[in-house]
T-cell receptor, first 115, second 111 residues
């Protein structure tokens, strides 16, 4: 079955280290998204991509980067991890054959702790 | 005005009750609306999509009021397994492919 996976599921890292979170989907969706979720803030968009070689900043992109070299993967990199980046990170993807119908499907999440 | 606003609750209802959540949105041009369900510490899962005036799926009914810019989710005959946070989701102004998520309404169904 097609799916969207994230790895690792849990990660503890130290301040200042570079960290990469993986996201892989097998639906062949063009659109992929990274969110973070913190108590009191709901889901906030970090970066998104509408296709290979396309990347865009979301509302909370500072300190994060993404790259899209193929349809299936959108890795999220924290350039220099900070304690404020301790959060749960969700990857999502969407596709639509009909304009305006862009339901997103989520991966299981990565719980990141920066110490 | 926020893109999406929801009553955070919590809503505590007995099993078998009917409960309704409302959500207001600011993008009057939105053509699609969604309700997602999120269980504690897990990923959001699509519950219902709304493209016209409403949608019904078993015990769940979503209704859209474009004039007042709100959508509602009605859950009939609540089950213990319905306990979760319900997220109202709409596209933001200027982008159909992105989605803006409400902060969620917490529901607990009591035995």
């Amino acid at each position: 079955d097609a799916e969207i996976t994230q790895s690792p599921r849990h990660k503890i890292t130290e301040t200042g280290r570079q960290v990469t979170l993986a996201c892989h989907q097998t639906w062949n969706h063009n659109n992929m998204f990274w969110y973070r979720q913190d108590l009191g803030h709901g889901l906030r968009l970090i970066h998104y991509s509408y296709g290979v070689q396309d990347t865009n900043k979301g509302e909370v992109s500072d300190g994060y980067s993404v790259s899209r070299s193929n349809t299936e993967d959108l890795p999220l990199t924290l350039e220099s991890a900070a304690s404020s980046q301790t959060s749960v990170y969700f990857c999502a993807s969407s596709e639509s054959r009909l304009a305006g119908r862009y339901e997103q499907y989520f991966g299981p999440g990565t719980r990141l702790t920066v110490t | 005005r926020k893109e999406v606003e929801q009553d955070p609750g919590p809503f505590n209802v007995p099993e078998g009750a009917t409960v309704a959540f409302n959500c207001t949105y600011s993008n009057s041009a939105s053509q699609s609306f969604f309700w997602y369900r999120q269980d504690c510490r897990k990923e959001p899962k699509l519950l219902m999509s709304v493209y016209s005036s409403g949608n019904e799926d078993g015990r769940f009914t979503a209704q859209l009021n474009r004039a007042s810019q709100y959508i509602s989710l009605l859950i009939r005959d609540s089950k213990l397994s319905d306990s979760a946070t319900y997220l109202c989701v709409v596209p933001p102004s200027g982008s159909a492919r992105q989605l803006t998520f409400g902060s969620g309404t917490q529901l607990t169904v009591l035995p």
